[in-house]
């Protein structure tokens, strides 16, 4: 049987409190709902493990973010982002090569007949099939033609988008809530002490619930730590 709602969630960034309640609020049920989140369930929060587990056991879709994609990176060369995950690979005890073998299975996107959904965004002027890894899960704004990311003054990858299939994307708290016509952005920086945020599809009705703290330093994210 077909589900009857698609609920697609925002940053996780470990705050599994906030993920529960955000559910109960939804009356989700697993059998009736089909529910997909947008990457970045580790880091920053408290509960990166609970919220591994939850997501695992569940059998929800998850999309690789860009710090599950930096959490495989760093794997291969431990050096490089030792600060940026020595918290989370404490909390996992030993397993870091299990939790790396299954955020090896999340795909870069979905892309369905009315949606797609994407961690950072569409690579403007290329097939989302030929688009790196890198930018789909880094993306915010674009530098105007010239290859990579842009910078903060850039214009948004979402300026260049002229498809009509709505893509629902995260990674951008800055922005927060960003409902344009055919892009939402549902980051809400539940981690900083925002909201999670979590849409559904078929309404295009976003529920939120409030941070229980803030959680991340923004002068630590700024220092790259
Ligand atoms: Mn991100």
């Given at each position: ?165 709505l893509v629902i994307y995260g990674h951008w708290a800055d922005e927060g809530l960003n409902v344009k016509e055919t ?43």
């Amino acid at each position: 049987m077909a589900k009857k709602r698609t609920l697609i969630v925002g940053d996780v960034h470990g705050c599994f409190n906030e993920l529960m309640e955000l559910l109960e609020m939804v009356n989700y049920s697993k059998k009736e709902d089909r529910l997909i989140f947008l990457g970045d369930l580790i880091n920053k929060g408290p509960a990166s493990i609970e919220v591994l587990e939850w997501v695992k056991k569940e059998g929800s879709e998850v999309i690789l973010g860009n710090h599950e994609l930096g959490f495989l990176d760093y794997l291969e060369d431990s050096e490089e982002k030792k600060k940026k995950f020595e918290l989370l690979i404490s909390q996992m005890k030993g397993k870091e090569n299990e939790w790396a073998e299954w955020f090896k299975t999340f795909p870069l996107y979905i892309e369905e007949e009315d949606f797609i959904a994407v961690h950072g965004g569409i690579v403007p002027g290329k097939k989302l099939e030929d688009s790196p890894a890198e930018l789909l899960t880094r993306i915010r704004t674009w530098n105007l033609g010239k290859e990579g990311l842009g910078k903060k003054d850039h214009p948004g990858w979402y300026e260049f988008y002229h498809d009509k299939k709505l893509v629902i994307y995260g990674h951008w708290a800055d922005e927060g809530l960003n409902v344009k016509e055919t892009t939402i952005g549902i980051d809400t920086g539940c981690a900083w002490g925002g909201e999670l945020s979590l849409i559904h599809l078929e309404t295009k009705e976003v529920h939120q619930v409030k941070a229980k703290s803030a959680y991340y330093d923004l002068k630590k994210e700024l220092k790259g730590l």
